[in-house]
């Protein structure tokens, strides 16, 4: 059988079914039924925050975080070095993405760099915490401050990742997740805001629904209203988001011991709890990753080239050149990681690597 860069996890058809039955007897779909205002009090719960607004997915959760913090124009500092929806977001915004090359540890935006990217059209920075680790999000605060800029974290990787104690969801003005079905904790679709402050979040629980309450019309806004089935199916997931994360780290600790010394890897930072959503390679350069792609290939395996290409070079933006990111995304794959990947198929990844370099 093929092996994917992922594969969704499910929990017991029981399990879903249960719920969905609950579904059936209400009849309630949608518009914060009781399935979706469950999952968004449990995962406050988890996540151990306040204000959390579960929505349709991640790519609108960031779009949402912008426009409830009235950013329509104006610069946005970001990371060339993530999806493409961090950068199509803020472009969808009618705002202009302004790029600030990563640190070669974590590949998070270098924030020595920041500073110096700052002009007076500057509105907020949009970081990345790729993979799962987390930016220097003390630094970035402090330069926020300092500047007045508003702080938005892509926490689409970073769900059960914890720093300093706290869950990494809970830095920034607001951050976002995904629950799509390729992440660590997914609801099929889906996708969250976690936000700061009441106001932020007041203004987004409207945004997020038309803009209106009843027939009280205060804003304009869009429909990011998440489903009973999608809520559904995150309930179901969550009770088993530990066994999850026990069965990455596994993974993630043999494919250390196998590759140790033989590929380039992301350092994390101190104090850091992670979560094992990725398990990125860093190869000596492009050749080597597509002899690596080409062999892993014959043998039904695929990894991923994830991310790439840099943000900066995409045909829409007006990109100034970042080395480090450009570099690092020639050289950089994800390889296989999901719960129940056996562990020959690890060995034999490994081994594959080995042979082919
Ligand atoms: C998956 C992802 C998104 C988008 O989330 P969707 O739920 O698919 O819209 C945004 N940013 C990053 C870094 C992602 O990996």
């Given at each position: ?6 594969k ?8 879903y079914?249960k ?5 059936y ?10 399935m979706v205002?469950e999952?968004?009090s449990?995962?406050?719960e988890?996540?151990?925050v306040?204000?959390?607004?579960y929505l349709?997915n ?6 949402l ?5 009235d ?7 970001t990371?060339p ?6 950068t199509s ?20 935006i ?24 987390a930016?220097?999000?003390?630094k ?17 990787h ?8 706290r869950?990494?969801?809970s830095?920034?003005d ?11 904790f997914?609801?099929?679709e ?14 987004l ?7 209106h ?5 205060f804003?304009?806004?869009i429909n ?7 809520a ?17 780290r ?12 033989v590929v380039?890897?992301?350092k994390?930072?101190e104090?850091?709890?992670?979560n094992?959503?990725?398990y ?12 690596v792609f080409?062999?892993?290939a ?5 990894p991923?080239?994830y991310?790439y290409?840099?943000?900066?070079t995409l045909?829409?933006?007006?990109g ?28 034999n990844?490994?081994q ?6």
């Amino acid at each position: 059988m093929s092996i994917f860069v992922t594969k969704s996890f499910l929990p017991p058809l029981e399990d879903y079914q249960k719920l969905i039955s609950q579904i059936y007897e209400t009849a309630i779909l949608t518009n914060s039924g009781p399935m979706v205002r469950e999952l968004e009090s449990k995962l406050r719960e988890y996540l151990g925050v306040e204000y959390f607004h579960y929505l349709t997915n991640g790519t609108i959760a960031l779009q949402l975080a912008l426009s409830a913090m009235d950013i329509d124009d104006g610069e946005i500092i970001t990371t060339p070095f993530s999806y493409v929806a961090t950068t199509s977001s803020i472009l969808w915004q009618r705002c202009k993405p302004v790029f600030v090359d990563i640190e070669p540890n974590n590949f998070t935006i270098d924030t020595t760099k920041i500073e110096a990217a700052i002009t007076p059209k500057t509105r907020a920075i949009m970081a990345v915490h790729v993979f799962g680790y987390a930016c220097d999000v003390d630094k970035i605060e402090q330069v926020a401050r300092k500047y007045n800029l508003r702080v938005i974290y892509d926490g689409a990787h970073a769900f059960g990742t914890k720093y300093k104690g706290r869950s990494l969801l809970s830095y920034g003005d607001v951050s976002t997740c995904s629950f799509h079905a390729t992440k660590l904790f997914h609801t099929i679709e889906g996708g969250a805001c976690i936000v700061r402050d009441k106001s932020v979040s007041d203004k987004l629980e409207l945004q997020k629904r038309f803009g209106h309450n009843k027939d009280d019309h205060f804003m304009l806004g869009i429909n990011a209203k998440q489903s009973e089935f999608h809520a559904a199916m995150g309930l179901a997931n969550l009770p088993y988001i530990d066994d999850i994360i026990a069965s990455r780290r596994r993974i993630c600790e043999l494919y250390d011991s196998e590759l140790s010394g033989v590929v380039g890897r992301p350092k994390a930072q101190e104090n850091l709890e992670y979560n094992y959503a990725y398990y990125p390679v860093v190869f000596a350069d492009e050749q080597q990753l597509l002899r690596v792609f080409d062999a892993l290939a014959k043998h039904d395996i695929y990894p991923r080239r994830y991310f790439y290409p840099s943000l900066n070079t995409l045909p829409y933006v007006d990109g100034t050149p970042c080395h480090i990111s450009e570099d690092i995304a020639s050289r950089i794959a994800c390889m296989p990681l999901y719960p129940d990947l056996a562990e020959s198929d690890v060995r034999n990844i490994c081994q594959i690597i080995k042979d082919t370099l």
